[in-house]
């Protein structure tokens, strides 16, 4: 499946506050270099991370400028020698008004250690190198002569990519570099004694080094890394540089967390701890786990950071320091970032299509996209573009409750459009395959901890509990539940997964399905002592009179602010679809209360308790936004059945505060959620 991205990338006031923090580093003010930091932006699947790149890389062309994505180099076999020629390549492309930036040294070097097969041969080619560089040579048959040495060196290394890219390396400083000054280049590589010998020599020593032992080779590729920012940090030694060199250069390095981005990251904050001198390359990588030298640096520094904390109140994006790095994680989306993309969508519709049936009509479509995904920029983007391209007379309530509907026949008739499947694997693809099968059951309840401790649901399933106890513990893949604080699936993993328990076939009492997920849950909230745990599964299980039992004996027993607290955790239970997209949510409040029995408690309970189980609900101010699903109703339809029931609950109600806390929850569902 190809990557599910978002093409509004950069349009967002998040990309627009990682964008800022980014131009700060690569403002150059005149005068000495001073360091720059190597930044971590630290996203899940589908947070946005390529398309950030993307639209960064489109942002800058205009100044030096380098973007790979390491993940591919990775899977063909590729090294950080590799990262580092095609980085030097790509900042080496000639820009109007700027001087061309030129490796010298590193192309020299590169040449070095891939020419020609046996030690004679090697070295005869590399003094012819050194001659060249020492005369200044300028002659055409000079760069035919290198360009011989690249191709020797591409056969001889098997790197392809060097023989279209060490000669243009080397040509940008043939002209004006003499021996002495290439010397010094190389007097600030980490190599034995680089000044003492002729440069001939110290090139031969280098090519020994890349293709000794292991531990040798590994010295050489830090010569060249050194030899790489020493003409980077040379390119602006001079005083015409100093004027005309206004901005810094920057690296974008996407996926920095596969095996060569790991490795070329280490080689890359080895070489600048061991130089101390600063350099003029930003580095902007981005991984959807932590990077070794990440976790390194968290272990050194004896702290881990809340990377959630890169995004303090006024919006700005500001990376914690971590080491030699400073780190930051994507936010979702808000709501107001995806009503935008919502005008979109609305502004793209056909001609002649059916709008929501709401007072505003973007406003209701944000509401509602934002309450499915959470802001999730891939889930926004793919259900915003599976609700516009649905036909142009369906009304938008079956339009939303079809857009994540399963497609593997448990629901009937099958959705005109959905994004489930993509998202669904997309989500997914960082799991084994043995844990994608389990992990709708792990959805079932309200946090991942809670899936842990049952062991009824990991029955036959023991293999892969490790795994998804490293997901628990991954804060890139799971976040903190509102109510509780602890790890619980994203919005949108949860919805999806819980839509494939609904439709798991088998017994009633298998943990895999969802009638066995839930029994097995509440039988352990049951041992446990939690009776409002195992409420919250009775009613997910659709025994509305168990859960309406636990409430109104609550009500004689607690106060209203713990009543109120106990119904709202208890009503974001999740509904089955039980074969059928949901039906209306009038129909089904209907069905579900029928003639509610008891004393008038009791009645008014059962109405609200299932009123608030099918409708999404208003934030409090200030309030986090624990699990809802807005499909229910979709129209906010029951807000004033609910309102009304809070106010038949406060009239028998002698003491004060109580009564005024109904008050004000009744007033909560007089507007709709989408105002």
């Given amino acids: 499946m190809a990557a599910v991205t978002d093409d509004r990338a950069g349009r967002t006031e998040r990309d627009a506050a990682v964008r800022r923090r980014m131009a700060e580093g690569l403002n150059r003010p005149q005068g000495p270099l001073r360091p720059l930091p190597a930044v971590v932006v630290l996203g899940g699947r589908g947070s946005g991370k390529s398309t950030l790149t993307a639209h960064l890389r489109t942002w800058a062309e205009r100044i030096p400028l380098a973007a790979l994505d390491l993940e591919p180099i990775s899977e063909r076999g590729g090294t950080r020698i590799d990262v580092l020629t095609e980085l030097a390549f790509q900042l080496s492309a000639h820009h109007d008004e700027l001087p061309q930036l030129s490796f010298p040294a590193l192309g020299s070097l590169l040449a070095a250690v891939g020419t020609a097969v046996d030690a004679r041969s090697r070295e005869r080619a590399v003094r012819e190198m050194a001659e060249a560089l020492r005369q200044g040579r300028a002659r055409e048959h000079s760069y035919e002569e290198l360009l011989g040495i690249a191709d020797t060196a591409a056969q001889a290394a098997g790197l392809p990519g060097w023989a279209s890219a060490v000669v243009p390396l080397v040509q940008g400083g043939l002209r004006s570099w003499r021996g002495l000054r290439l010397r010094r280049r190389f007097a600030e590589t980490s190599a034995a004694g680089p000044g003492r010998g002729a440069t001939a020599d110290f090139l031969v020593g280098v090519n020994r080094l890349y293709h000794g032992y292991p531990a040798q080779r590994e010295e050489a590729e830090r010569v060249l890394l050194d030899a790489f920012l020493a003409d980077l940090r040379g390119a602006y030694a001079s005083a015409h540089a100093d004027r005309k060199r206004t901005t810094n250069c920057l690296a974008l390095l996407d996926n920095a967390d596969s095996p060569v981005g790991e490795a070329f990251l280490h080689l890359l904050l080895d070489s600048r701890e061991r130089s101390g001198r600063p350099d003029p390359l930003l580095v902007v990588a981005t991984a959807r786990r932590r990077p070794e030298a990440l976790v390194r640096a968290e272990t050194g520094s004896g702290r881990r950071p809340d990377y959630r904390e890169s995004w303090p109140q006024q919006g700005e994006f500001v990376p914690l320091a971590a080491g030699p790095l400073r780190a930051g994680r994507l936010r979702d989306l808000n709501r107001r970032e995806v009503e935008e993309q919502a005008a979109a969508a609305v502004d793209a519709l056909p001609v002649g299509s059916v709008l929501p049936k709401a007072d505003n009509a973007v406003q209701w479509l944000g509401w509602i996209v934002y309450e499915i995904t959470r802001g999730h920029p891939a889930g926004t983007a793919q259900v915003l573009e599976v609700l516009r391209r649905m036909p142009a007379d369906l009304p938008w309530d079956q339009r939303v409750r079809q857009c994540l509907a399963p497609v593997d026949g448990s629901v009937r008739p099958a959705p005109v459009l959905t994004a489930a499947p993509a998202l669904t694997e997309w989500l997914l693809r960082d799991c084994s395959a043995q844990l994608a099968r389990v992990l709708p059951r792990a959805a079932a309840p309200l946090t991942l901890g809670r899936a842990e401790t049952c062991d009824a649901l990991w029955e036959g399933q023991e293999s892969v509990l490790r795994e998804f106890v490293n997901l628990s513990a991954d804060d890139l893949r799971s976040v903190s539940e509102p109510d509780e604080g602890l790890p619980a699936l994203p919005r949108l993993s949860r919805f999806l997964l819980l839509r494939l328990l609904d439709g798991a076939p088998g017994s009633p009492d298998h943990a895999g399905t969802w009638t066995g997920a839930h029994r097995a849950l509440r039988a352990a909230a049951r041992a446990r002592g939690d009776l409002r745990a195992a409420a919250y599964h009775d009613l997910a299980l659709g025994e509305l009179p168990a859960a309406v039992d636990y409430l109104r004996e609550r009500f004689d027993e607690v106060g209203a602010d713990t009543w109120c607290a106990d119904l709202a955790w208890i009503q974001r239970a999740?509904?089955?679809?039980?074969?059928?997209?949901?039906?209306?949510?009038?129909?089904?409040?209907?069905?579900?209360?029928?003639?509610?029995?008891?004393?008038?408690?009791?009645?008014?309970?059962?109405?609200?308790?299932?009123?608030?189980?099918?409708?999404?609900?208003?934030?409090?101010?200030?309030?986090?936004?624990?699990?809802?699903?807005?499909?229910?109703?979709?129209?906010?339809?029951?807000?004033?059945?609910?309102?009304?029931?809070?106010?038949?609950?406060?009239?028998?109600?002698?003491?004060?505060?109580?009564?005024?806390?109904?008050?004000?929850?009744?007033?909560?569902?007089?507007?709709?959620?989408?105002?």
């Fill in 574 to 675: 999740p509904a089955r679809w039980s074969g059928a997209l949901p039906e209306p949510a009038r129909d089904r409040y209907e069905r579900l209360v029928g003639v509610a029995e008891g004393d008038a408690t009791r009645q008014a309970v059962t109405r609200l308790l299932t009123a608030g189980w099918i409708t999404a609900h208003p934030r409090a101010d200030g309030a986090p936004l624990p699990y809802a699903d807005p499909l229910g109703d979709p129209y906010a339809e029951l807000y004033p059945d609910i309102a009304e029931e809070f106010l038949t609950l406060r009239r028998p109600i002698g003491n004060e505060h109580d009564r005024h806390v109904l008050l004000r929850m009744a007033q909560r569902y007089e507007r709709k959620p989408w105002w």
